[in-house]
């Protein structure tokens, strides 16, 4: 018994006294786990706004891929335009759609979440053709209009 204390009073100031440091520990405890919290925080959201600009990447490039090849198929620019646009307003109105409809439904609680979603998706794709429509129609009628505003100050010009 003798040798042992003073085993520990030689080495005393060597030994880490864990019982009085406690509350030195928790909270540099606490502070490490905030640090290691904040850090996969920062890398969750880093990730997942990478995943979401591969997804918006892949998306366009799978729009003006298939506007392309419809428009060399159909040997027509005006279809490939055509087709564009209908891509372009179904794919952005079925978005903006699915999350309408699942704000109203998470506030007012008419139907189950997934009904809610697909009923999104049927409108977002039918106002999106409309809307695709409407937008190739007036394109194809401001285009024409500056066409012929183009000739007429181009023969004016000329002469």
């Not at 918006?56 to 040997?75: P, R």
């Not at 952005?92 to 998706?121: L, R, Y």
């Not at 190739?136 to 000329?158: D, E, G, P, T, W």
Request: glycine fraction near 8%; hydrophobic fraction near 60%; aromatic fraction near 14%.
């Amino acid at each position: 018994m003798i040798n042992h204390i003073n085993f520990i009073s030689l080495f005393s100031p060597y030994i880490i006294d864990s019982f009085k440091n406690d509350d030195d520990f928790i909270v540099v405890l606490l502070i490490m786990g905030a640090i290691f919290f904040a850090i996969v925080v920062i890398i969750g959201v880093v990730l997942c706004l990478l995943f979401i600009l591969l997804l918006i990447g892949l998306i366009t490039a799978g729009i003006l891929s298939t506007s392309v090849l419809i428009g060399i198929q159909q040997k027509s620019i005006s279809k490939g335009f055509k087709t564009f646009f209908l891509g372009v307003s179904m794919v952005g109105c079925t978005i903006v759609a699915i999350i309408f409809f699942w704000f109203v439904n998470s506030v007012k609680e008419w139907w189950d979440t997934n009904i809610s979603i697909v009923i999104g998706v049927f409108c977002g794709i039918l106002v999106g053709y409309i809307l695709g429509l409407l937008m190739f129609v007036a394109l194809k009628k401001i285009i024409s209009f500056l066409q012929k505003r183009y000739q007429s100050i181009r023969s004016i010009s000329k002469t």
